[in-house]
């Protein structure tokens, strides 16, 4: 079966975005983008929450054929063309949509049933929204965070509402150049 895991930049204290969704504390740079490009280069599906889902729709698919376009923005916009897109939205209509499902009811059995098909882990691209509601149906199996070396002191939380604690295992870890720290884990079913 596979995996929803959750890909995540994350402040020192815990925060995806400032009080006003800012993200622009975030660090990236061609060091992150190539490490992440190889490991979403595999997958075949990317899930989003429905803003985070609007914010790249507005972007990426046209974003390699640009006259400036970036190594890191040709690669992107290739794999966020071809990669299906399952969407989490009360508010989206599955009119037109290329490649993309869109979830309005029954979370946890249609997200079960896109577990059981084919193909690599599915990655959960920021979406603080669906990444809490995921999380409280105990729907996501492991963490990709990228922790930035900031402490932000408000904002958006990766946590909130935890009922019972999550016992994780850490895959692995890395460190960046720029200070951001990667942590790898999945669920510790034991």
Do not use: C
Request: charged letters at 20%.
């Amino acid at each position: 079966m596979r995996k929803i895991i959750s890909f995540m930049h994350i402040s020192l204290d815990g925060f995806v975005a400032g009080p006003n969704g800012e993200m622009n504390w975030i660090t990236v740079d061609q060091e992150i983008f190539d490490y992440v490009g190889q490991r979403i280069s595999q997958g075949n599906t990317a899930l989003y929450g429905r803003t985070t889902y609007q914010m790249m729709e507005s972007y990426w698919p046209a974003a390699g054929d640009k006259p400036d376009a970036t190594k890191h923005d040709i690669e992107h916009s290739r794999w966020y063309n071809s990669v299906h897109k399952v969407v989490l939205s009360n508010t989206l209509q599955d009119t037109d949509l290329t490649n993309t499902t869109i979830i309005n009811d029954n979370l946890p059995d249609k997200i079960k049933e896109i577990k059981q098909q084919e193909g690599e882990d599915i990655l959960l691209f920021g979406s603080p929204t669906a990444t809490h509601s995921l999380i409280q149906q105990n729907l996501i199996d492991g963490y990709w965070l990228f922790v930035n070396p900031i402490i932000l002191g408000q904002g958006i939380p990766l946590f909130v509402d935890i009922k019972d604690p999550i016992k994780l295992k850490l895959l692995s870890t890395r460190q960046f150049a720029s200070g951001v720290t990667e942590l790898n884990y999945v669920l510790d079913n034991q």
